[in-house]
């Protein structure tokens, strides 16, 4: 199970910290990530980190958000700066036992998503 929390309302060029409780007893060997849905648009790629600590990030993000976990406390952060007006979305936790990577259908495991908008 995953726990997505930490959404809200910031101005463009704010930051926000997103963070994800997973609950597998075996969580430090599983890869997670983060995904977003904006309005009206397919879910996409945000952010990923392997078991071993191995980074992803898609493009539009690359230089202000980092992803970053603490496998003692089970927990996944999207560290995002320098927010955009286009960054608005639903943000949604992920996770798998063998996968890291960037493609949506590999993760077997989706948090309940957080709210994330960005005002102009």
């Known amino acids: 199970q995953l726990q997505a929390s930490g959404g809200g309302l910031v101005q463009a060029g704010g930051s926000l910290r997103l963070s994800c409780a997973a609950s597998?007893?075996?969580?430090?060997?599983?890869?997670t990530g983060w995904f977003r849905q904006a309005p009206g648009k397919e879910r996409e790629f945000v952010a990923s980190?392997?078991?071993?600590?191995?980074?992803y990030y898609a493009d539009s993000v690359k230089g202000r958000f980092t992803i970053s976990r603490d496998n003692a406390k089970n927990m996944v952060y999207l560290q995002m700066n320098s927010l955009k007006p286009e960054d608005t979305a639903v943000y949604y936790c992920?996770?798998?036992?063998?996968?890291?990577?960037?493609?949506?259908?590999?993760?077997?495991?989706w948090g309940q998503g957080t709210l994330v908008t960005v005002s102009s």
């Open positions: 597998a007893r075996s969580f430090s060997n599983y890869g």
């Open positions: 992920v996770a798998d036992n063998y996968y890291s990577g960037s493609s949506l259908r590999e993760y077997d495991y």
């Open positions: 980190i392997s078991w071993s600590g191995t980074t």
